[in-house]
């Protein structure tokens, strides 16, 4: 015997979670974003050759999702779930390094609350759309 399917949610109670979601899914992006810029270049010594090549091995998977993240493209806040798990391990790795615990725990922070914002986006951004579609 199959079960029956939950109903959807109204479209008046996920409006503002849908905001809400979003808005700290890219408050965290930026965050994150910036975090990422502002250690490797006054706090990480690195010489500048090598500064570049690690920015941009670490900003790059960022810069190709922000597009989608900031039209709010309910996909690209999907992947950024899975993309952002590079950076929670990153973090957790450099808050175990006494010189590096700040930005560990900074960045690891950062990447959770951006994977539980842009995770809870997407689940409503989709329930949303096969709301408007007429789905009951």
């Not at 409006?15 to 808005?23: D, E, F, G, K, V």
């Not at 500064?51 to 999702?65: A, K, R």
Request: glycine content about 4%; hydrophobic content about 60%.
């Amino acid at each position: 015997m199959a079960k029956a399917p939950k109903p959807l949610p109204s479209l008046d109670w996920l409006q503002p979670r849908l905001a809400a979601s979003r808005a700290i899914s890219l408050l965290s992006f930026a965050a994150l974003a910036a975090l990422l810029l502002v250690w490797n270049l006054n706090f990480a010594a690195l010489p500048s050759k090598l500064l570049w090549v690690i920015l941009g091995f670490n900003l790059t998977p960022l810069l190709l999702l922000a597009p989608g993240m900031i039209l709010g493209n309910a996909r690209a806040h999907a992947w950024t779930c899975f993309v952002v798990n590079l950076y929670f391990i990153q973090g957790v790795l450099a808050a175990f390094d006494p010189s590096k615990a700040l930005f560990g725990w900074l960045e690891a922070l950062l990447s959770l609350s951006l994977f539980c914002a842009a995770l809870m986006y997407t689940r409503w951004r989709f329930q949303y759309d096969r709301k408007l579609a007429g789905e009951s």
